[in-house]
């Protein structure tokens, strides 16, 4: 049986991929393979990232664009199309996250981020359609354990995560008679990345997060690739609609009390 996470002439697209969980993942692909094209609003970052993966000799590009910008996005996904050809995996990560609750948030503040996640993530996979593989190819949506755990100063990351698996529970529903298969990972906390610097501000919390894992330690950004390539590849070509939580078991025991301890430390600032 050949190697069922090659990628070998296969080409992945990853928005978001030039940092943190999402370039880990398009590390992840390179390292199997494939040809890879990142996108984020920073060119340094696109630089950087586009480096990194060449450096592992896979074929990558990359390509400055906001999310939030429907034809910028449909933009990198046609020029993606035309040097690289029909894409195989279409991955959405763009996120945005802040501390805040809502009586400290602003409206606008709220919105920021419904933009990014949810609007970026439908403009994201809205745009890649056309580009897709048919039938075969997979789309992966990297959500949050906020979409399903009530949490404290994340009122507008729930809202947001929650209508991304929704969206991705339903693109399974329209797409699927095209052999389009479409899943969401729920990675939990990731060591060295700027959301687990964010919600985990201090010592203390980090502890307590590290603590909170049944698994007993942080995952890692190879952890969340190795799951967006095993959705990716044969070993799950009967997987639709998922929302796969790769977080040593954090959402099951420990999130709601992670944060709320968070709450408590800023309140006490």
């Known amino acids: 049986m050949d190697n069922p996470l090659d990628f070998s002439h296969k080409t992945v697209f990853v928005a978001g991929g030039t940092s943190g969980i999402n370039l880990g993942i398009a590390q992840g692909f390179a390292q199997a393979g494939a ?31 906001d999310v939030r910008d429907y034809q910028a996005v449909e933009d990198t996904l046609r020029d993606t199309h035309a040097r690289f050809g029909t ?54 949506n990297i959500s949050a354990p906020q979409a399903y755990v009530p949490s404290p100063l994340q009122a507008h990351v729930c809202a947001a995560k929650a209508g991304v698996d929704m969206l991705t529970r339903v693109l399974a529903l329209e797409w ?26 201090t010592p203390e919390i980090l502890a307590a997060v590290t603590e909170s894992v ?18 990716a590849s044969p070993l799950c070509e009967y997987v639709n609609g998922s929302v796969f939580p790769v977080d040593g078991g954090w959402s099951l025991m420990g999130f709601g009390t992670v944060m709320k301890k968070m709450s408590q430390v800023m309140k006490n600032e």
Do not use: Y
């Not at 699927?176 to 501000?201: F, Q």
């Not at 952890?223 to 959705?231: G, N, Y």
């Open 35 to 65: 040809r890879v094209s990142v996108i984020s609003r920073s060119a340094d970052k696109v630089a950087r990232a586009v480096s990194l993966l060449q450096d592992t000799g896979a074929e990558a590009i990359g390509f400055s664009a």
């Open 87 to 140: 894409i195989d995996v279409l991955i959405s990560g763009a996120a945005g996250n802040f501390p805040a609750a809502v009586l400290d948030m602003s409206a606008n503040a709220f919105k920021s981020v419904v933009d990014i996640d949810l609007l970026g993530t439908f403009n994201v996979v809205r745009a890649g359609h056309a580009f897709l593989r048919k039938p075969g190819a997979s789309v992966i």
């Open 176 to 201: 699927g008679a095209e052999g389009l298969r479409v899943n969401s990972i729920v990675p939990g906390p990731i060591e060295g990345t700027e959301g687990m610097a964010r919600l985990a501000p």
């Open 214 to 231: 049944p698994a007993g330690r942080l995952g890692t950004p190879e952890d969340i690739a190795k799951a967006a390539m095993l959705l």
